[in-house]
């Protein structure tokens, strides 16, 4: 089983940016597809965007669209989120996962999670 730990996440003003990352340990993630999901106070987990491990193809929620860019290094067995244009919306707690296979559900576990609060 692989171990995630988020890192990254703060207070930002709207507009602005910010990075997290993820690193993974007790298993090589390069052979993953993998992907970040958020969950806001009183709202469920969603899915922010992923990454193919085949061919680094991508993808993301609408809301996310255009905004976020997802990436790994897996030398470093890490994968991050680029996130510029923040709105107060985009205020949550961000995990990373380990998908099934790419555009399928996510693996069963979880790290602690990054906070990222977005003022206006």
């Known amino acids: 089983q692989v171990q995630l730990v988020e890192s990254g996440g703060g207070l930002v003003q709207a507009g602005g940016s910010l990075r997290l990352s993820c690193a993974a340990s007790g298993r090589t993630i390069s052979s993953y597809s993998m992907a970040w999901f958020r969950q806001a106070p009183g709202k469920e987990r969603e899915f922010v965007a992923a990454?193919?491990?085949?061919?680094?193809?991508?993808s993301y929620a609408e809301s996310t669209k255009g905004r976020f860019t997802i990436s790994r290094d897996n030398a470093k067995n890490t994968v991050y989120l680029q996130m510029a244009s923040l709105k107060p919306e985009d205020t949550a707690v961000y995990y990373c996962?380990?998908?099934?296979?790419?555009?399928?559900?996510?693996?069963?576990?979880w790290g602690q999670g990054t906070q990222v609060t977005v003022s206006s």
């Open positions: 996962a380990v998908l099934k296979w790419y555009g399928g559900p996510p693996n069963n576990y």
């Open positions: 990454i193919n491990w085949i061919d680094n193809s991508r």
